[in-house]
């Protein structure tokens, strides 16, 4: 009975060990106090909710990482403070966030007169916050036909468009968005404004092939290019409203580069000291951080960084031996009486014992015999 209870204090102590271990493991997100999601939405720092929480930058180029989440709304709804732009995600690896906009949409009647228009906010603006559009995961589209889709930034001026006309269905062209009904257009970096412009053509006389199969309603948005797929008809002929989701890229954007950045030390945004790195960003001026190889977490918090134990992660560093966790990194060797390819399952073989005494026998052999 005795030892039952003390083979039951045992197993109570390791798994009290095991539960404290892993609540230690619990990786940084957002600073101490401060709440770290809204609805199902993660909110990590430099982002914050709420006074005390968020980067607080100073200087005429300071940004605005502040976000407010109303919890009014089911799912509640995370919106950035500076211009109200709802956002659908945020990622602090990738640097990335999602928003959604609604598509611009002009309609037609039979005759190519204007039948009507959506009234919902369709321009964006990132004005004094970290955020741009992606440059490489987001494209214009324009859709229906005849149809000039294009969109101008905050001075008023072009940016980007595509042009898609109409063919009969007999005629029409293989290829996805290409032109035929549909067309898309990359954008280019650096850009903090949205604001679209459908421009219509008149029917005449003679263009009845430019009209022939045209829709009823034409739209242009910026959508996160693997989000959208023009595949079928029933997406070209649609005539309601939608929402689609466009990517935005953020960065520390105070200073240009982390070259800059380092000279401040004070501001400088990459808190995890020798444990994470800076890196500068490609779209726009800036940067960002990432914590060293061997460490995770948040690098933008004060000992954000932490130790990853790779031998609790073999599915990520393969270890068919001993392993042994070290700061940073981690050592793997075969059992002791084996040899081999310790990365490899079945590497570590045992050794040969026959052969290595054979080895000996012979090595003081040819000691004797030699001359």
């Not at 919106?79 to 309609?107: I, W």
Request: hydrophobic share 30%; with cysteine; proline share 6%.
């Amino acid at each position: 009975m005795a030892t039952t209870v003390v083979l039951l204090l045992i197993l109570l102590h390791l798994l009290v060990a095991k539960a404290t271990a892993a609540a230690q493991r619990q990786l940084p997100v957002a600073r101490p106090r401060c709440r770290d999601r809204c609805g199902n939405i993660t909110v990590p720092y430099p982002f914050g909710i709420g006074a005390g929480c968020y980067r607080d930058e100073a200087g005429a180029n300071s940004l605005r990482f502040e976000l407010e989440c109303d919890d009014g709304r089911s799912p509640p709804r995370l919106v950035d403070a500076n211009q109200k732009n709802q956002l659908a995600d945020l990622s602090l690896d990738a640097g990335e966030a999602r928003a959604y906009l609604n598509a611009t949409r002009h309609c037609y009647n039979s005759t190519g007169g204007f039948a009507g228009r959506n009234t919902n906010k369709a321009y964006m603006t990132l004005l004094g916050t970290p955020f741009l559009f992606s440059s490489t995961k987001s494209r214009l589209v324009a859709l229906g036909c005849p149809n000039l889709g294009y969109f101008v930034h905050g001075d008023g001026y072009y940016v980007s468009g595509c042009m898609s006309v109409c063919r009969p269905s007999q005629e029409a062209m293989p290829g996805p968005c290409t032109g035929i009904g549909c067309c898309q257009s990359e954008i280019p970096p650096g850009l903090h404004f949205f604001e679209p412009t459908i421009r219509n053509f008149p029917r005449g006389g003679e263009d009845f092939s430019f009209y022939s199969n045209s829709t009823p309603c034409r739209y242009v948005f910026l959508v996160d290019k693997e989000w959208f797929s023009y595949t079928d008809r029933v997406f070209l002929n649609r005539t309601d409203d939608f929402d689609v989701p466009v990517v935005l890229d953020w960065a520390i954007r105070n200073v240009g580069n982390c070259s800059a950045a380092r000279q401040n030390t004070t501001d400088f945004a990459c808190r995890g000291g020798a444990r994470s790195d800076c890196f500068d960003v490609a779209n726009g001026p800036g940067y960002r951080c990432n914590c060293s190889q061997g460490y995770e977490g948040n690098p933008y918090l004060d000992n954000g960084c932490i130790d990853i134990d790779e031998c609790e992660h073999k599915e990520n560093y393969s270890c068919y031996g001993v392993c042994t966790n070290t700061i940073g990194s981690y050592t793997c060797q075969c059992p002791p009486g084996t040899s081999g390819d310790v990365k490899v399952k079945s590497g570590c073989r045992p050794d040969d014992k026959f052969t290595l005494a054979l080895k000996v026998v012979t090595g003081n052999f040819l000691k004797t015999t030699s001359p």
